[in-house]
C-alpha cells in the first residue's frame, strides 16, 4: 500500500490486488487500483493483528464477513469464494469496507463534517480513513504481482 495525504485535501492509496481474468480459463491476473477519499484527513495505519488475519478480532461487527484466518476447509471456502466471485462479477470478499456504526467518528467530532469510516485490510497491515466520499479506479500494477496466498486460478474444469 502506498498512502498520500494531502494537508486541507484529500487521501489517495495506491495498491496492487489480484482480478478475476477476462477469460476464466486464464490464471488470476494482477491490477492496480487507486482509492480516492474526499477530504480524508483523518487516517490511522496499523500492523497487521496475527500472522494470518490482519483485522484484530473485537474491533468491529465482523459477522456479515467471509471467514477470515485459517478455515476448517480452505477448498470449500476457496470454491465458494470463486464461484461467488463468477456468478456476481464482484469479489465477496474485497478487504475494503465501510463501518456503518462507527465510534471513532463520534470521537473525533466528523459526524458534523459529514464523514464515513472506511477500513482497508491488506495482508501485513490495515487501515482506517475518515472522508466525506471515496471513488476507485483501475490503475496498472506497480510490480510484478506474486499471489501471496499462492490461489490457483478460478478455472471452472
Request: net charge negative; glycine share 6%.
Amino acid at each position: 500500500m502506498r498512502i498520500r495525504v494531502v494537508e486541507n485535501g484529500h487521501t489517495t492509496i495506491e495498491l496492487d490486488v489480484v482480478a478475476l481474468p477476462e477469460n476464466l480459463d486464464e490464471d488470476l491476473v494482477s491490477r492496480g487500483v487507486e482509492i480516492h477519499f474526499k477530504a480524508g484527513q483523518w487516517v490511522c495505519t496499523y500492523p497487521g493483528a496475527t500472522d494470518t488475519d490482519a483485522l484484530p478480532d473485537g474491533r468491529f461487527d465482523q459477522s456479515a464477513m467471509e471467514p477470515r484466518g485459517i478455515v476448517p476447509d480452505y477448498e470449500e471456502m476457496r470454491q465458494r469464494f470463486y464461484s461467488d466471485w463468477i456468478r456476481t462479477g464482484n469479489c465477496p470478499d474485497p478487504n475494503f469496507y465501510e463501518v456503518t456504526a462507527s465510534t471513532w467518528i463520534e470521537e473525533v467530532g466528523a459526524r458534523c463534517a459529514g464523514c464515513r469510516h472506511f477500513v482497508l485490510v491488506g495482508h501485513d497491515m490495515w487501515m482506517e480513513v475518515l472522508a466525506h466520499a471515496m471513488s476507485w479506479k483501475w490503475t496498472e500494477p506497480s510490480a510484478t504481482w506474486l499471489d501471496p496466498l499462492n490461489l490457483p486460478s478460478p478455472k471452472t474444469s
